[in-house]
């Protein structure tokens, strides 16, 4: 291992580099469990281990191949109506997350961070405590509106779940459809958050090969998580769901004050 860390990650000790595996096992076990929270737990526990840079570089390719996987568990054509049915949410966070991450060693990140963190902690904890918020049914305005906000944080932090499960929640979606739509989502979203930071310069071919080696990690967090949540009524699905969700808020707010 130590021939092959100057490679992987850049003066990371080989303790280290086991925790970052592990880091990696925990993102895919709260990933298969309520279906977002992977680049969140990464980022977090990458970055302080490793630059900045090489953290958001590290989630790319796990986040690609789990959302994928996660997007695909029913079948390519129940993928394809999620797809249809968020186009206007993905077209808008496509967008902005293309055009906010050519501004990711530029753009301070702790304003969106707290904008984003602020409002998704209010929501979770509101519904927590039984303050219900819902939408009847999906709306070309609010798709537009959230999605461009989880673009813009996507771009810049690779994170960009906390508002597109807030609105999932909101109107109410079945576990099973919510976890596939956010792998719809979210896997076209690592994908376009893939080739924008080939473009940025941070995935180059040292961060790529530190991602790759993250995959297999990840993807047996996720399996594990899985038979986790087939074994969860929908009610705790949600109360699980909205305490991630907290957290990852918190967190975000954590981010941007603390850094």
Same mark, same amino acid.
């Given at each position: 291992?130590?021939?092959?860390?100057?490679?992987?990650?850049?003066?990371?000790?080989?303790?280290?580099?086991?925790?970052?595996?592990?880091?990696?096992?925990?993102?895919?076990?709260?990933?298969?469990?309520?279906?977002?929270?992977?680049?969140?737990?990464?980022?977090?526990?990458?970055?302080?281990?490793?630059?900045?840079?090489?953290?958001?570089?590290?989630?790319?390719?796990?986040?690609?191949?789990?959302?994928?996987?996660? $997007?695909?568990? @029913?079948?390519? &054509?129940? !993928?394809?109506?999620?797809? *249809?049915?968020?186009?206007?949410?993905? %077209? +808008?966070? /496509?967008?902005?997350?293309?055009?906010?991450?050519?501004?990711?060693?530029?753009?301070?990140?702790?304003?969106?961070?707290?904008?984003?963190?602020?409002?998704?902690?209010?929501? $979770?904890?509101? @519904?927590?405590? &039984?303050? !219900?918020?819902?939408?009847? *049914?999906?709306?070309?305005?609010?798709? %537009? +509106?959230? /999605?461009?906000?989880?673009?813009?944080?996507?771009?810049?932090?690779?994170?960009?779940?906390?508002?597109?499960?807030?609105?999932?929640?909101?109107?109410?979606?079945?576990?099973?459809?919510?976890?596939?739509?956010? &792998?719809?989502?979210?896997?076209?979203?690592?994908?376009?958050?893939?080739?924008?930071?080939?473009?940025?310069?941070?995935?180059?071919?040292?961060?790529?090969?530190?991602?790759?080696?993250?995959?297999?990690?990840?993807?047996?967090?996720?399996?594990?998580?899985?038979?986790?949540?087939?074994?969860?009524?929908?009610?705790?699905?949600?109360?699980?769901?909205?305490?991630?969700?907290?957290?990852?808020?918190?967190?975000?707010?954590?981010?941007?004050?603390?850094?």
């Amino acid at each position: 291992m130590d021939a092959f860390l100057p490679f992987l990650a850049p003066d990371l000790a080989p303790a280290l580099f086991a925790i970052a595996l592990l880091i990696a096992v925990f993102a895919g076990i709260i990933k298969g469990m309520v279906g977002f929270g992977m680049p969140m737990v990464l980022v977090s526990g990458l970055g302080t281990i490793l630059a900045p840079e090489w953290a958001l570089a590290g989630l790319i390719l796990p986040t690609v191949v789990s959302n994928g996987v996660q $997007a695909l568990r @029913q079948g390519p &054509g129940a !993928a394809w109506q999620s797809v *249809r049915r968020f186009q206007v949410f993905l %077209i +808008a966070g /496509g967008i902005a997350l293309v055009i906010s991450a050519q501004f990711v060693r530029i753009l301070p990140q702790e304003v969106l961070l707290l904008l984003i963190g602020v409002p998704i902690t209010a929501f $979770a904890g509101m @519904q927590l405590v &039984g303050i !219900a918020l819902r939408l009847a *049914r999906p709306s070309n305005r609010a798709e %537009i +509106a959230i /999605g461009t906000v989880a673009g813009l944080i996507g771009g810049v932090s690779g994170v960009w779940g906390p508002p597109t499960v807030a609105y999932l929640t909101a109107l109410g979606t079945e576990k099973t459809e919510q976890i596939r739509v956010q &792998g719809v989502i979210y896997g076209l979203g690592a994908v376009l958050l893939l080739f924008a930071h080939i473009g940025s310069g941070v995935m180059r071919a040292e961060t790529a090969l530190f991602s790759l080696v993250l995959v297999p990690p990840a993807i047996l967090g996720m399996w594990l998580g899985g038979r986790i949540h087939d074994r969860i009524e929908q009610s705790t699905f949600r109360k699980a769901t909205l305490i991630v969700l907290t957290l990852a808020g918190l967190n975000l707010i954590r981010r941007a004050l603390l850094g």
